[in-house]
């Protein structure tokens, strides 16, 4: 899907194009390829002279590979975008700056390639929509997605927060069954991920705003406001660290009740083997049949011996609920 946006009255109007001959129709301050497929990539290479790299988005981590300036001017970022749905993952998105377009005789155009829809590309085009002058050029673009990403990447963690109360509260209850016990495990599990996702996110942001300060591309206004961003991503920080805490105790807490549990079980079974012990005893005494043994000859030596061997069992389990060591 290829889609171009462009300003009218301080408002960002989103176009869907279906042939090369729309092109001509708009002037757009960012591109935006979602999975493009080649007759995109060629209509965009026609129109506006860029050639999409094939290695546009691979997953190298090195700064050299994601963030550099072509000598046209052409200025290439390459970062990760978060997607909290149900299974939380990052998106590859490759963005080229063209500060410079002869194309459209204008001052900049941002391309975006990736693979899947962005929930901060919805973000940001459902604000540009209703605040006019929010957004004045494709550096601005840019900008305010980092910007949406860290808000929303804030508003993961809100979420994080409130689904640890859950677990907490659940933990700290006092009555952590085995299954309780799992389903906790695998509920805080799945909000260390996405805290960790979190990290890795604001981590790859700040280099990429970094980059942007370094390039010497952006205007006072524009300085200010990515200088804004990297202290929010810096206040994030402190939150995931402290997220992270909070998880590790919640999984100690939990592993802790679960030894509990099999503790329980434990002294249940080493109670049982010991009251047990007497009456193996006595069976064994008489189970030996030797041809002097007074009880074989006696009529009452087998309830006798039965009798005895339920009071030795009776008689430690006494003792032992006594000392409470069966609570």
Do not use: C
């Amino acid at each position: 899907m290829l889609n171009i946006f462009s300003l009218a009255n301080g408002r960002l109007f989103q176009e869907e194009i279906e042939s090369l001959e729309e092109l001509s129709k708009f002037q757009p301050i960012w591109v935006d390829l979602e999975a493009p497929t080649l007759e995109e990539k060629r209509w965009v290479k026609q129109y506006y002279g860029l050639s999409i790299p094939e290695d546009a988005m691979d997953e190298d981590i090195e700064e050299s590979a994601r963030f550099y300036e072509e000598d046209n001017g052409d200025l290439h970022i390459r970062s990760d975008f978060l997607i909290a749905d149900a299974e939380p993952r990052t998106v590859r998105v490759a963005f080229i700056l063209n500060l410079m377009n002869e194309a459209l005789k204008s001052h900049g155009v941002l391309f975006s390639i990736h693979d899947e829809d962005v929930p901060v590309f919805r973000l940001l085009r459902l604000r540009a929509r209703r605040a006019p002058g929010l957004i004045e050029d494709a550096k601005e673009v840019l900008l305010k997605l980092y910007d949406a990403d860290a808000e929303y990447s804030a508003d993961t963690l809100e979420g994080i927060y409130d689904e640890l109360e859950k677990s907490s509260r659940q933990v700290l209850s006092g009555e952590v069954t085995d299954t309780l016990a799992g389903e906790v495990l695998a509920a805080i599990a799945r909000q260390e991920d996405l805290n960790g996702r979190i990290r890795r996110n604001m981590m790859d942001t700040r280099r990429a705003v970094s980059f942007m300060m370094r390039s010497r591309m952006l205007n006072a206004e524009q300085f200010d406001d990515a200088r804004q961003i990297l202290r929010d991503i810096e206040s994030l920080d402190s939150h995931t660290a402290f997220l992270f805490d909070k998880i590790n105790f919640l999984m100690d807490a939990t592993v802790g009740f679960i030894n509990i549990n099999q503790n329980k079980i434990i002294k249940i079974f080493s109670v049982a083997s010991v009251a047990l012990l007497p009456p193996t005893l006595i069976a064994s005494l008489y189970g030996m049949n030797f041809r002097f043994m007074p009880e074989l000859e006696w009529r009452g030596g087998y309830p006798f011996a039965l009798g005895l061997m339920v009071a030795s069992a009776l008689v430690p389990m006494w003792y032992f609920r006594r000392r409470g060591w069966l609570r």
